[in-house]
């Protein structure tokens, strides 16, 4: 059988995202597409959602860090 498209979605952005389900394994694949490459996260619904929250805040604090760092050094500059 393979994979079931259920959802797609692509914002203003350029991040793209697929919901799939695969008869099969019995999983669900979400497949998230940005510009530094793709991030895969399968298993249950509520499996995805955990995998993608913890990948999410931790992308966020990681742009956060790279933020204070340049206003720090752009502070040690002046």
Known sequence: MG?????EFESEKGI???LEYDNER????M????DTGKI???GSMQEIQK???RFFVSSLRDIKN????A???????R
């Open 71 to 77: 206003l720090l050094e752009d502070m040690f500059n």
């Open 40 to 42: 895969v996260f399968q």
């Open 66 to 69: 790279k933020i204070e760092i």
């Open 31 to 34: 497949t998230v597409y940005k």
């Open 26 to 29: 019995e999983v669900y694949i």
């Open 51 to 53: 995998q993608a929250e």
């Open 3 to 7: 994979r079931e498209i259920i959802e």
């Open 16 to 18: 793209k995202a697929t």
